[in-house]
């Protein structure tokens, strides 16, 4: 199929008609790389930045390339086409006792979308990124042809496609490495904790006796509430789950006509749900309930209306965490904004290339999309820069070049890595062209 169709980000900020081809083989696919000048590859289309599309650039759609390859039953390893679920690569390897323990919030998001974010899960502490996981795989490039990438082989373009968001070429096939499955449930409990820095606190305490970790907290509230939430610490056990596989309930990219979250809908609803967690503790949740918080509640995402949301994601050193809350709580303040979202995990690694990876906190928050929002991200750019935090390319379609460069240790290194391998730019997308390499 070759058309010109509408593409957006996923939180509906940024929008272009262009061109788009899905090939059916991989014949076609290598035919359709070589004739277009600048391509780009799109899985489920469900990241927030601009990362799958662009002025002048053919999106090449890889979901009809969703065959698992092989299955080491010695090793556990699994090799898969890019267009592979993550959901369903979950349900095949948990028929084997096995699982990966680096999966995204939603099941069909593919396995080519997580290593061009080098995407994390709940509790990246404890799983680390989706790269932690990767083996090897095979890339196409129009200038190169296909290379076997691994930590042996074409080690510099291994890291580089990892978090380089599609600009390296097209992936055909990875392996990745799975671990034995731990139990058949997942038992939840949520602790409550009065404060942001609390939840911290407790996040720390708790690392080492948990199998994930992470929080939710209202960031509408304020002074010695600002923050209050509570932190869920999640265990595998074998155990009947109380809470079954979620199915979805609309298309996760649809949109109401209206708006819902304005300022009182969202007091009501966190309240509400603040409530009724602590009231249904603990529970016991099915592998894939526990694997994809976002499954099944799209209704959140649709009750932003056509405008569509924003968030915001950084993870911030553990040493400047205390400041950068009295920070966040006064630029909330100011911004006079519904915070529908906010988020902490613990994360550990070091950052490389444009990868979100760095010991510290990270801070989820989501705020509709508006001119107040763009204020409220703008302070919050200055917050990153200011507390030494990083940023993450996949959940911001309005990240600039001076931002990037100034908050990712190795942004020149990238930049310059990227342009002597794909010297002649075959690959573009409008997030390249706003972050400048």
């Given at each position: 199929?070759?058309?010109?169709?509408?593409?957006?980000?996923?939180?509906?900020t940024?929008?272009?008609?262009?061109?788009?081809?899905?090939?059916?083989?991989?014949?076609?696919?290598?035919?359709?790389?070589?004739?277009?000048?600048?391509?780009?590859?799109?899985?489920?289309?469900?990241?927030?930045?601009a990362?799958?599309?662009?002025?002048?650039v053919?999106?090449?759609?890889?979901?009809r390339?969703?065959?698992?390859?092989?299955?080491?039953?010695?090793?556990?390893?699994?090799?898969?086409?890019?267009?592979?679920?993550?959901?369903?690569?979950?349900e095949?390897?948990?028929?084997?006792g096995?699982?990966?323990?680096?999966?995204?919030?939603?099941?069909?998001?593919?396995?080519?979308?997580?290593?061009?974010?080098?995407i994390?899960?709940?509790s990246?502490?404890?799983?680390?990124?989706f790269?932690?996981?990767?083996?090897e795989?095979e890339l196409?490039?129009?200038?190169?042809?296909?290379?076997?990438?691994s930590?042996?082989r074409?080690?510099?373009?291994?890291?580089?496609t990892?978090?380089?968001?599609?600009?390296?070429?097209?992936?055909?096939?990875?392996?990745?490495?799975?671990?034995?499955?731990?139990?058949?449930?997942?038992?939840?409990?949520?602790?409550?904790?009065?404060?942001?820095?609390?939840?911290?606190d407790?996040l720390?305490?708790?690392a080492?006796?948990?199998?994930?970790?992470?929080?939710?907290?209202d960031?509408?509230?304020?002074?010695?509430?600002?923050?209050?939430?509570?932190?869920?610490?999640?265990?595998?056990?074998?155990?009947?789950?109380?809470?079954?596989?979620?199915?979805?309930?609309?298309?996760?990219?649809?949109?109401?006509?209206?708006?819902?979250?304005?300022?009182?809908?969202?007091t009501?609803?966190?309240?509400?749900f603040?409530?009724?967690?602590?009231?249904?503790?603990?529970?016991?949740?099915?592998?894939?309930?526990?694997?994809?918080?976002?499954?099944?509640?799209?209704y959140?995402?649709?009750?932003?209306?056509?405008?569509?949301?924003?968030?915001?994601?950084?993870?911030?050193?553990?040493?400047?965490?205390?400041?950068?809350?009295?920070?966040?709580?006064?630029?909330?303040?100011?911004?006079?904004?519904?915070?529908?979202?906010?988020?902490?995990?613990?994360f550990?690694?070091?950052?490389?290339?444009?990868?979100?990876?760095?010991?510290?906190?990270?801070?989820?928050?989501?705020?509709?999309?508006?001119?107040?929002a763009?204020?409220?991200?703008?302070?919050?750019?200055?917050?990153?820069?200011?507390?030494?935090?990083?940023?993450?390319?996949?959940?911001?379609?309005?990240?600039?070049?001076?931002l990037?460069?100034?908050?990712?240790?190795?942004?020149?290194?990238?930049?310059?890595?990227?342009?002597?391998?794909?010297?002649?730019?075959?690959?573009?997308s409008?997030?390249?062209?706003?972050?400048?390499?």
């Amino acid at each position: 199929m070759n058309n010109a169709i509408s593409l957006s980000s996923f939180d509906a900020t940024e929008r272009i008609s262009t061109r788009a081809l899905r090939p059916e083989t991989y014949r076609h696919l290598l035919e359709h790389v070589s004739t277009e000048k600048v391509a780009i590859a799109r899985g489920a289309g469900l990241s927030y930045s601009a990362a799958s599309f662009g002025s002048g650039v053919v999106s090449i759609d890889v979901t009809r390339f969703d065959r698992i390859l092989s299955y080491d039953k010695a090793t556990g390893s699994v090799e898969v086409e890019p267009g592979v679920r993550v959901g369903r690569l979950m349900e095949f390897l948990a028929q084997r006792g096995r699982y990966l323990p680096a999966l995204p919030g939603y099941p069909t998001i593919t396995v080519g979308g997580c290593i061009g974010f080098d995407i994390h899960g709940k509790s990246q502490f404890h799983s680390g990124n989706f790269g932690r996981w990767l083996q090897e795989f095979e890339l196409h490039h129009k200038d190169h042809g296909r290379l076997t990438c691994s930590q042996t082989r074409e080690a510099e373009l291994f890291q580089l496609t990892q978090g380089g968001a599609g600009l390296t070429g097209i992936i055909t096939k990875a392996k990745l490495r799975t671990l034995p499955l731990p139990g058949t449930a997942v038992e939840v409990q949520a602790l409550p904790v009065k404060d942001l820095r609390e939840a911290a606190d407790v996040l720390r305490a708790q690392a080492n006796d948990a199998d994930c970790l992470y929080s939710w907290n209202d960031l509408n509230l304020r002074g010695t509430r600002f923050g209050r939430g509570l932190v869920f610490s999640e265990r595998f056990v074998d155990a009947q789950p109380q809470q079954q596989a979620p199915r979805a309930t609309l298309d996760l990219r649809a949109r109401l006509p209206f708006r819902v979250w304005n300022g009182a809908a969202t007091t009501a609803a966190l309240a509400a749900f603040y409530h009724m967690q602590l009231r249904s503790q603990p529970q016991l949740l099915s592998l894939e309930a526990a694997a994809f918080p976002i499954y099944g509640k799209e209704y959140y995402y649709a009750a932003f209306g056509r405008s569509g949301f924003r968030e915001y994601q950084l993870i911030v050193p553990f040493e400047h965490w205390s400041g950068f809350i009295t920070s966040l709580e006064q630029q909330i303040e100011r911004a006079r904004i519904p915070v529908t979202l906010g988020s902490l995990k613990l994360f550990h690694g070091e950052s490389e290339n444009l990868r979100f990876c760095m010991d510290g906190i990270c801070l989820a928050l989501d705020v509709p999309a508006s001119r107040r929002a763009s204020a409220l991200f703008e302070e919050l750019d200055k917050l990153a820069i200011q507390f030494g935090a990083l940023v993450n390319l996949s959940k911001d379609s309005r990240l600039t070049a001076e931002l990037c460069q100034q908050v990712f240790p190795e942004y020149d290194s990238f930049r310059v890595a990227l342009a002597r391998f794909d010297a002649k730019r075959r690959y573009q997308s409008r997030l390249r062209t706003q972050v400048g390499v």
